[in-house]
Structures are given as C-alpha cells and as structure tokens.
C-alpha cells in the first residue's frame, strides 16, 4: 500500500515522557526506609540511597558531621529496598571531608568502600555521591571515573542535553528554604515547578532525612513535602514523566549516546533498520526506546532481530508496543550490529507487505 514513508528515531527519554525525574536521599537512615517509602510506592516512584558504606546498621559517626547519631540503614534493609526496585549508590566510607580529616585515604573513600559495599548488597553499585560539599569533588574524580558510571554532585540540576556523568546536576529537596549559597533554582521550588522549565531534562534531587519534624529544614524533608511534591511533578505532566533510579537513567543516556539507528528500508506495514555503535562498558539494562512515527494501526506488531553483519543467533517474537497517535513505541535491546525488522500484522486495511530489504 502506497504511504508516507515511516520515520524512526530514539526517544530522547522513554515513550517521549517530557522528562526524567530521580530522587535520591544521602546518607540512607532508617527514617528514610520508614517514611519515604510509603509515598514513593503511593505514586510508584522508585527511590534511590546513597550511603555511608562504612557505618550501614550504625549510628552516624561523621567527621563533623550535623547528622551524626542518626542510624543508617544496616545491608539486610538495603538490601529490602532493592528488592522493591530502588537503587543504592556509594556516598564514600566515612562521608570524608579532604583534606582535614584524620588519616583520610581516598582510595578506601571511593574504590574499597564501593566493593565491599556490592559484596554485602550482592548488586552492583556504579553511582558515587559527593559528601559535604564541593571541595570533595576534585580530589576523588579520577578515582570516580575509573569505578563508576556516574558521580552526583552538589548543585546544578536540572540536567540538560549532553550533561556531565560525572557532575550529575543536584537539587536538594527541602521543608524549609533553600540556601541561596548553591546552584539552585527558584523555578525548582514545588510551587514553582512547570513542565516548560523541566522539559526533555533530568531532574535529579536529594533530600535526608524524612520526618514530620525535620532537624534540619534547609536539607531535609517531611512526608507531606515529598507527596506535594510528587502530586506537583505528576500534574505538570499529566503523570507521563519517567520517573526512574538514577542507575536506569544513566543506563539509558549512555546507550543513547554510543548506540545509534540506521533506518535500511520503511513502508508503513514493515520497517527495518539496524542499531550502530557500541555498548558502553558497565551497562545493566540495554534498552532503548524506538519511535516508528507512520507505522500503520495494526492488531499485532511482532519484531525480529536478525544477527548481520555480526555472527549469533535471530531472536523473533511479539512487539511489546505501546501506540500514541501515529508513534508506535517500542523498548528495544539495543545491539549494535543487529538488524531490527517490525511488522505491522491485521488491523489495517491494507493486505501484508511481502517486498524486499532495500
Ligand atoms: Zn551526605
């Protein structure tokens, strides 16, 4: 049948969400497993701790610290949290502050801390969270690169087109006022959230502690807060954000980055094309989100991965689609080298296709 040629192209965020939202809570106490939990799973937003891998199960002992004699989350309930799809990063060995504190050993700070850390969770860990303040950034971004496929930072969100991965921009989710000393913007405040300011960015934030009665206003959070905020970031997007861990973000922006498409042949009954480039090294999920713009309204859509150029078995079976207007989406394994064919089956008024690869 005669039609507009379809065009195929990767989502900027999964099914065109109009952006991507993380949220994170430094140093992983029992509060937060206690009262930020509820109100992630009442909106099904996953979470996300970054922990002090040295002290899990104890009470704070940070050099300096304003949180100390809080208790962190002990490995049994991190891992739980997993378990429930949220994520753990390492927020350093001690929570250090370089270069004052006694006996300080980065190496232990940021590599040893990570590992041993995974051997108690049983899970990778790949993300790194900045302690204190910006003068821990520098010292430790080599060893940070080395071990991680991302490290958040102090200030700066939202992140936009071609952000750092090593300087994931933050913004700190707070009852009371937000210090007029950082990278934060009013537009951030959750009266002040709209969906133009956040578009096609990812918003990744951080709060501490989640209590009704917050010590600290400036950094942490009550349970209302966090569920007016969630209502707010839900609204301006008519509930199409992704809301996801920081790990799956990261994952899907460094494929997006090394993984691209080349479209072989189009008709609005078949469309075939293959995934360029690499993976990157340290990824966990390997799928990206495909966009067929003018694939006909069909009853079943089936894909089928043909190995060329590259050795290896064909995979073929139904598409798990999701259709809006005239885009059909669809969440791929992106494997460089592999030739994709989609196929629109019943449905149309048009008889099957049966012409060959251009
Ligand atoms: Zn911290």
Same mark, same amino acid.
């Given at each position: 049948?005669?039609?507009?040629?379809?065009?195929?192209?990767?989502?900027?965020?999964?099914?065109?969400?109009?952006?991507?939202?993380?949220?994170?809570?430094?140093?992983?106490?029992?509060?937060?497993?206690?009262?930020?939990?509820?109100?992630?799973?009442?909106?099904?937003?996953?979470?996300?701790?970054?922990?002090?891998?040295?002290?899990?199960?104890?009470?704070?002992?940070?050099?300096?610290?304003?949180? *100390?004699?809080?208790?962190?989350?002990?490995?049994?309930?991190?891992?739980?949290?997993?378990?429930?799809? /949220?994520?753990?990063?390492?927020?350093?060995?001690?929570?250090?502050?370089?270069?004052?504190?006694?006996?300080?050993?980065?190496?232990?700070?940021?590599?040893?801390?990570?590992?041993?850390?995974?051997?108690?969770?049983?899970?990778?860990?790949?993300?790194?969270?900045?302690?204190?303040?910006?003068?821990?950034?520098?010292?430790?971004?080599?060893?940070?690169?080395?071990?991680?496929?991302?490290?958040?930072?102090?200030?700066?969100?939202?992140?936009?087109?071609?952000?750092?991965?090593?300087?994931?921009?933050?913004?700190?989710?707070?009852?009371?006022?937000?210090?007029?000393?950082?990278?934060?913007?009013?537009?951030?405040?959750?009266? *002040?959230?709209?969906?133009?300011?956040?578009?096609?960015?990812?918003?990744?934030?951080?709060?501490?502690?989640?209590? /009704?009665?917050?010590?600290?206003?400036?950094?942490?959070?009550?349970?209302?807060?966090?569920?007016?905020?969630?209502?707010?970031?839900?609204?301006?997007?008519?509930?199409?954000? /992704?809301?996801?861990?920081?790990?799956?973000?990261?994952?899907?922006?460094?494929?997006?980055?090394?993984?691209?498409? *080349?479209?072989?042949?189009?008709?609005?009954?078949?469309?075939?094309?293959?995934?360029?480039?690499?993976?990157?090294?340290?990824?966990?999920?390997?799928?990206?989100?495909?966009?067929?713009?003018?694939?006909?309204?069909?009853?079943?859509?089936?894909?089928?991965?043909?190995?060329?150029?590259?050795?290896?078995?064909?995979?073929?079976?139904?598409?798990?689609?999701?259709?809006?207007?005239?885009?059909?989406?669809?969440?791929?394994?992106?494997?460089?080298?592999?030739?994709?064919?989609?196929?629109?089956?019943?449905?149309?008024?048009?008889?099957?296709?049966?012409?060959?690869?251009?």
């Amino acid at each position: 049948m005669a039609g507009a040629t379809p065009e195929v192209s990767i989502c900027t965020w999964p099914f065109d969400a109009p952006f991507a939202y993380s949220m994170t809570y430094d140093e992983g106490t029992v509060d937060c497993l206690a009262n930020a939990l509820p109100v992630h799973e009442q909106f099904g937003f996953p979470g996300h701790v970054d922990v002090v891998a040295g002290q899990l199960g104890r009470r704070r002992q940070g050099w300096g610290s304003s949180l *100390n004699d809080y208790v962190h989350m002990s490995a049994e309930e991190l891992r739980f949290l997993l378990g429930k799809g /949220w994520g753990v990063g390492n927020h350093s060995w001690s929570h250090y502050i370089y270069p004052t504190q006694a006996g300080l050993d980065l190496w232990r700070e940021v590599v040893w801390s990570k590992y041993t850390l995974e051997d108690q969770l049983q899970h990778p860990v790949r993300i790194f969270t900045i302690p204190n303040d910006k003068h821990n950034y520098e010292p430790v971004l080599e060893l940070v690169k080395q071990h991680y496929i991302g490290c958040a930072y102090i200030d700066g969100a939202p992140n936009r087109e071609g952000f750092d991965l090593y300087k994931i921009g933050n913004f700190m989710v707070a009852s009371g006022e937000i210090s007029p000393h950082y990278d934060w913007k009013r537009e951030l405040l959750t009266d *002040n959230l709209s969906l133009e300011f956040l578009r096609d960015s990812w918003l990744y934030e951080t709060s501490h502690l989640v209590m /009704w009665n917050v010590p600290q206003a400036h950094k942490c959070v009550t349970p209302e807060d966090l569920t007016r905020r969630f209502a707010r970031l839900q609204d301006i997007s008519d509930g199409r954000l /992704w809301a996801a861990r920081p790990d799956d973000v990261l994952d899907y922006v460094r494929l997006r980055r090394s993984v691209g498409l *080349n479209v072989i042949h189009a008709t609005p009954e078949k469309v075939t094309f293959e995934f360029t480039g690499a993976w990157p090294i340290g990824t966990m999920d390997a799928r990206l989100c495909v966009r067929v713009t003018g694939l006909r309204p069909a009853t079943d859509v089936s894909v089928e991965y043909l190995p060329s150029p590259l050795p290896g078995g064909t995979l073929f079976g139904p598409g798990d689609s999701t259709r809006a207007g005239n885009n059909t989406y669809f969440m791929l394994a992106a494997v460089p080298g592999a030739r994709v064919t989609i196929r629109a089956h019943g449905g149309g008024e048009a008889a099957e296709v049966t012409d060959g690869d251009g």
